[in-house]
């Protein structure tokens, strides 16, 4: 039979995973409800959106935390550095305002979809994860994070408490830019995000690229990233080279053909660096 | 490190968590299921079923309520969690039980049809209100994004938000003048009820105790199948009352509707013919038919080798579908007219192209629902349909019981668009209610409604057309291959109506017009906007295109040349000497044409980057009623001895509006006011048979026959008042007058009057069915009374780096012989045209692996241009008021304009639709390899 729990505390929830594995985690219920379907009059639930302390975005020494029961709405509405704009422009593209208000980027994150538009967004803001368990606290890059299609590196019993992302220099543009079938409510068939951080010159002094549903994890471009450095952000897209997606590994399905997303994607990568410089000036 | 000490615990009670809320301002406390969702509970627990429920995925927004002041979908929010939280639904934005002001805009724009999708669209522009008291159009698209309506093309929600905002007001009530209510934009007569949430849909109102039927399907294409101990099955889950399998079914296991063809099983024996067919029912206690997990339903399949494609279904070894059907063929269509072949010789110029389209889903929001109740030895149902007496005389057939034992009652349609005139849930409520002696009813998964419901064909359509160097249209052949599925459902409509379409609106006297409609083991394809037409001028109006590019002849012009006029014989031999309109409808496009393609012009010379602007245009005809077939309504109405003015209103209005325009006609041609006019609905035991809601024929079909009918009732009161012809009727109270401003006004109590069996005192009915003439062997004859005609301009932004489409703009020319309600038949257009811009650009349905509104695309409200109607009147001598259909005729040439458009920005053509990006990208790329230059 069906079952709710509500724990009070991360602790207390980290304390019910450890003894019932039955038990899934739901934050907003976006993909959970969804992905269950009818089966959902049976399932087991441990709802974790009431925990105190665990929702909203504070800063606390060089990292942003963005706890785990933050909306997309949340982070959209919030006043936070230009470098989020790429983030916040990923939020205002998942799904529509229903699912932006109840969906949370750790279950965007966690539910590991090829096609999560918040984790390519957090990716290339080189986001960490946190993770509570029974052992206590752990931080691990989001790239280690996420293995595979709807595959992370949480061990049973434990739960993500938030996303840390490092700060980075006030003069730090970045941007998202998602390609779908249609415009609102829609699976990215690919979507990149780009952060570039500019020097005293105004050069780029260092970018990170993301780049999703074009592998089974989103990948980075370092290659491009490293060619990057020391080009003034206006000529950032002319630097981008149809090789650069040599590291994707599209495939073909219902939405779009492998091919395709090949090219589609390094087409964005240019469209998404030329948004930066655009932000930038 | 962990202690699960009970203070800071806030862990709720695990078996049925107690929550208490506040809804619309009233505090509820009540028990959940554990993880039931906030849309459930709602509507079971707290009976606010003006909660609509599409999908229970998020994808379709219509359950959205205000949580806390945030719109989300009540389908993905557990109850549980809701403890302490307010909530407003649609029923809160009533004022003192009377529709608050966004209610009333969305009534006065016409912005709700169906009405289905109308509370979550209310419940988002709410919310958005609440934040932003003065929102642009951009802030308003993006508050309703997230909430799809499949009727209205969004234009009419988005301007009835607007008029809320702060500084804007909503126009007032257009009323109507005895007499002239036809022509008059008034409101829907039954829009109170859909803006206020309380119109009752299929799976609303229904009885207490209502047993709930879950239905067990095919997971394979084809297979055979063994059922096990199902009464063991049965016992070993409490709860489950019956299981219902193809020995339950008194009568005959086959329905259809056409029933020399009929061939559907209610539930499959032995073998399922495709994924989604139903081999069994369960019926039971709700909460533990939600409970059932259906893995554990004591069933085998053996996986038998499946044909899907007409391809496969022709090959010699082919498996039959049905074994009475060689080649798997269903049926041929032809016509014939003149030596096409020959003539094609002779033709200066040919173009030819073949084209391919998949699938397509109605995608109405409502999935099916509905129940059932056994009233002695009669059976009613309640549910969504498009054809309440062809319910009744399948449904007799299959409960043995004679047609007067089954009682039809429609529900409000959450959309139909064609796919509701089969059969689908009603057998098994019905059945489930017979066997159990309690109501039993189903509400379909949106999976369940999308693997198991008819379909749009998909079809292989190659076509040559030739001309004279002088621009005339000399020669055309066609040849379309359409899958039909496993069932016949409308396949032989769909053969027999395109070889009279596929000229288009033009004079073609040299024709040849081949179709077969193929089983294979997919999903019926059935009747769809158009019955494959729509299909078939994708290919004709492109290939125009291309002839008028070849013979050098603006593209329009070249239209205009070759289009029907009065006294020119269609390729059926059928000559109007009246009403055709095609050519007033392609002249009214003659300025924006020339100024669009000016712009888009200017524009690609002077923009630089990846975008690329094009127009495009597309001429449309289409056959109101059925083809060469009777197909009569009758309207009854009468006045009772209270002074109720009734109209038996059998039409059954799936959003589309008959109800109001039907009443529009009669209350003209009765001379009284609209507003009087009590409507009763298209219930099988109370209201004559006025035919299907299909083929554009209730408007001119039923409408004719409410125009004889309030006629005739008129005729009835004048001479019993001893007025004249012009006299003017009014009613108060019990008191019928008449005055014809000659002498006193003759007058006369209906209290005192002896009713007849209907209750009437005065009463008329009448019949009217459209003269046709059968189709000969070469399919010459005249198949319907008036066609409805129109012509489309789409003009597009294609990224030619990414193969994106954006429409920007649709300019839409229609000839409705008569606008009996300009708003509502823009709404028709507004909503066609957005499921003729799905068509194109992105809709198609796989079986198995499109079956949700997740991955399975309808345009939302973001990718709708701004949709310009314009109304062409040629009177039609037949219609009521001069009037035509329209339903259909909207979407067709929507998809030709737009894939015309699309070649126009970049000299690229896609002949297999739908035109996604990936495709479009693909065919630059082509012709880039080619050396052009898109
Ligand atoms: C209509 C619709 C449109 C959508 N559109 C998009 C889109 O455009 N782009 C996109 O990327 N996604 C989209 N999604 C998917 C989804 O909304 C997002 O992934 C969302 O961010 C998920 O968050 P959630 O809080 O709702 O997750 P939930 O559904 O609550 O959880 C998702 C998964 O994560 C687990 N989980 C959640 N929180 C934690 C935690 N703190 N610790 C451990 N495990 C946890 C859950 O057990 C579950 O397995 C869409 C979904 C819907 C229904
Ligand atoms: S029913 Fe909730 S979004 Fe469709
Ligand atoms: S009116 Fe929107 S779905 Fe019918």
Request: charged residues 20%; proline residues 6%.
């Amino acid at each position: 039979m069906s079952r709710y729990l509500r724990p009070g505390s991360i602790d207390e929830a980290v304390g019910l995973l450890s003894t019932d594995a039955a038990l899934r985690i739901v934050a907003g219920g976006t993909d959970v409800y969804p992905s269950l379907g009818e089966a959902a009059a049976r399932a087991a639930f441990l709802d974790i959106v009431r925990i105190p302390g665990l929702r909203g975005i504070t800063r606390e020494n060089e990292a942003w935390r963005i706890g785990a029961a933050t909306t997309w709405s949340d982070v959209v509405r919030a006043p936070l550095p230009a470098f989020f704009d790429g983030l916040k422009l990923a939020g205002r593209e998942v799904g529509a305002i229903q699912i932006q208000n109840a969906g949370t980027l750790a279950g965007n994150v966690v539910n590991a979809s090829p096609a999560a538009d918040g984790t390519v967004a957090l990716m290339a803001l080189d986001a960490r994860v946190e993770i509570a368990g029974s052992d206590g606290r752990r931080v691990m890059p989001l790239g280690d994070f996420v293995t595979g299609v709807r595959s992370v590196a949480l061990k049973p019993g434990e739960i993500v408490t938030a996303l840390l992302v490092p700060d980075r220099p006030a003069k730090s543009r970045s941007s998202f830019l998602k390609l779908g079938a249609r415009r609102y409510l829609v699976i990215s068939i690919a979507m990149v995000s780009a952060v570039v951080d500019l020097d005293d010159a105004g050069m780029i002094a260092e970018a990170g690229i993301a780049v999703g549903a074009c592998s089974p994890v989103a990948r980075r471009l370092p290659a491009l990233e490293a060619r990057l450095v020391g080009v003034p952000p206006a000529q950032a897209a002319d630097v981008v080279l149809a090789s650069d997606a040599d590291v994707l590994s599209p495939i073909d399905d219902v939405r779009a053909r492998a091919g395709y997303r090949r090219d589609a994607a390094i087409t964005l990568v240019r469209r998404t660096l030329a948004a930066c410089a655009e932000a930038a000036r | 490190m962990t202690s699960l000490s009970s203070r800071d615990t806030a862990l709720v009670d695990a078996a049925e968590p107690r929550v208490g809320f506040t809804v619309d301002g009233k505090p509820h406390t009540l028990r959940v299921p554990p993880t039931a969702r906030l849309s459930e509970v709602l509507r079971e627990g707290l009976g606010i079923e003006g909660v609509k429920v599409g999908c229970d995925a998020g994808d379709c927004g219509a359950c959205t309520v205000i949580l806390d002041g945030e719109a989300v979908c009540a389908c993905l929010v557990p109850a549980a969690r809701c403890d302490g939280v307010e909530i407003v639904t649609v029923e809160g934005l009533a004022e003192a039980g009377r529709p608050g002001r966004l209610q009333e805009a969305f009534w006065r724009r016409g912005a709700a049809q169906c009405g289905i999708c109308t509370p979550g669209m209310l419940t988002s522009a709410e919310a958005l209100l609440r934040r932003t008291a003065s929102p642009t159009r951009a802030d308003v698209e993006e508050a309703l994004a997230g909430v799809l309506c499949r009727c209205t093309g969004y234009a009419k929600i988005v301007d009835a938000v607007l008029d809320c905002a702060a500084d804007a007001t909503t126009a007032p009530a257009v009323g109507a003048e005895v007499g002239a209510a036809v022509g008059a934009r008034i409101d829907r007569l039954d829009g109170r009820a859909k803006v206020m949430g309380t119109d009752a849909f299929g799976a609303d109102a229904w009885p207490e105790g209502t047993l709930l039927v879950r239905v067990v399907r095919s997971p394979h294409h084809h297979a055979a199948f063994a059922l096990g101990d199902l009464d063991a099955w049965r016992r070993a889950n409490p709860g489950v009352v019956a299981v219902l399998t193809a020995s339950d079914i008194p009568g005959r296991n086959i329905h259809g509707v056409i029933p020399p063809l009929a061939d559907q099983p209610v539930f499959a024996e032995r073998v399922a013919r495709f994924r989604g067919e139903a081999v069994a029912a369960i019926v039971g206690e709700r909460a533990a038919i939600r409970a059932l997990d259906l893995a554990t339903f004591p069933v085998t399949w053996s996986a038998l080798a499946a044909v899907l494609t007409p391809d496969d279904a022709r090959r010699p070894d082919a498996p039959l579908v049905h074994e009475t059907r060689a080649g798997n063929v269903l049926v041929r269509g032809l016509v014939r007219r003149g030596d096409a072949e020959a003539a094609l010789s002779d033709a200066d110029v040919v173009v030819e192209g073949a084209y391919t389209t998949g699938f397509v889903e109605h995608a109405y929001i409502e999935p099916e629902a509905g129940f059932a109740r056994r009233v002695g030895d009669r059976i009613e149902v309640f549910a969504c349909t498009q054809a309440p007496h062809m319910d009744r005389d399948d449904l007799a057939a299959i409960m043995a019981l004679p047609p007067d034992a089954v009682r039809i009652i429609p529900s409000a349609v959450g959309g139909g668009f064609g796919s509701k005139l089969d059969l689908s849930l009603q057998p098994f409520v019905a059945l489930a209610a017979w066997v159990t002696g309690r109501p039993a009813g189903v509400v379909y998964t949106r999976p369940e409604s999308m693997a198991s419901t008819t379909k749009r064909h998909p079809s292989a359509i190659t076509v040559r057309i030739g001309a004279k160097a002088d621009g005339t249209l000399h020669a055309m052949r066609f040849e379309g291959t359409f899958n039909t599925g496993a069932y016949a459902s409308w396949g032989p409509t769909v053969a027999n109506r395109v070889p009279v379409h596929a000229s288009g609106p033009y004079l073609v006297p040299h024709y040849e017009a081949r179709t077969a409609a193929i089983h294979t083991h997919t999903v019926p394809a059935g009747a769809f906007r158009g019955f494959g037409v729509p299909q078939a001028a994708v290919a004709q109006e492109t290939l125009l295109d291309e002839l008028a590019d070849a013979l050098g002849f603006d593209r329009l012009d070249f239209r205009i040349r070759n289009a029907l006029t009065n006294g020119a014989p269609t390729v059926t031999g059928q000559v109007f000497a009246q009403g055709v309109g095609i050519r007033a409808c392609f002249e009214a496009l003659v300025p924006h044409w020339r100024e669009r393609r000016a712009a888009a012009r200017a524009f690609n010379a002077t923009a630089g980057g990846p975008l690329r602007r094009g127009v495009g245009v597309a001429g449309m005809w289409y056959g109101c009623g059925n083809t060469s077939m009777s197909n009569p309504s009758t309207i009854r109405a009468g006045l009772g001895p209270d002074g109720r003015l009734v109209l038996h209103q059998g039409a059954v209005d799936i959003g589309q509006g008959s109800n109001t325009v039907v009443a529009q006609i009669f209350a003209d041609a009765l001379g009284f006011p609209v507003g009087q006019v009590a409507l009763v609905g298209a219930d099988t035991d109370l209201t004559p048979d006025a035919g299907k809601t299909s083929a554009s024929r209730q408007t001119f079909v039923t409408g004719a026959a409410a125009l004889r009918s309030g006629a005739a009732l008129r005729e009835t009161l004048l001479l019993r008042l001893n007025a004249g012809p012009d006299a003017r009727l009014s009613l108060d109270g019990t008191m019928l007058r008449a005055d014809d401003g000659r002498r006193d006004s003759a007058s006369l109590d209906l209290a005192g009057l002896e009713p007849d069996a209907h209750g009437f005192v005065f009463a008329a009915e009448e019949t009217f069915d459209p003269p046709t003439s059968p189709l000969d062997a070469n399919g010459q004859g005249e198949p319907y009374a008036a066609f409805g005609f129109g012509a489309h301009l789409a003009e597009v932004e294609v990224d030619v780096e990414l193969g994106r489409v954006r429409v920007l703009a649709l300019i839409c020319a229609h000839d409705v012989g008569r606008a009996v309600n300009p708003t509502l038949i823009e709404g028709q257009i507004e909503g066609g045209s957005a499921q003729g811009l799905g068509l194109a650009l992105m809709e198609e349905y796989i079986p198995g692996r499109t079956e949700n509104l997740h991955d399975y695309l309808i345009p939302t409200v973001g990718d709708m241009p701004r949709v310009t109607s314009i109304l062409v009147e040629e009177a039609d001598a037949h219609g009521p008021f001069g009037a035509k259909g329209i339903g259909e005729q909207v979407l067709i040439p929507t998809a030709p304009a737009i894939l015309n458009a699309i070649r126009d920005a970049t000299g690229v053509l896609i002949r297999d639709l739908p035109a996604t990006p990936g495709k479009v990208h693909a065919a630059l790329a082509a012709a880039r390899a080619a050396g052009a230059r898109p």
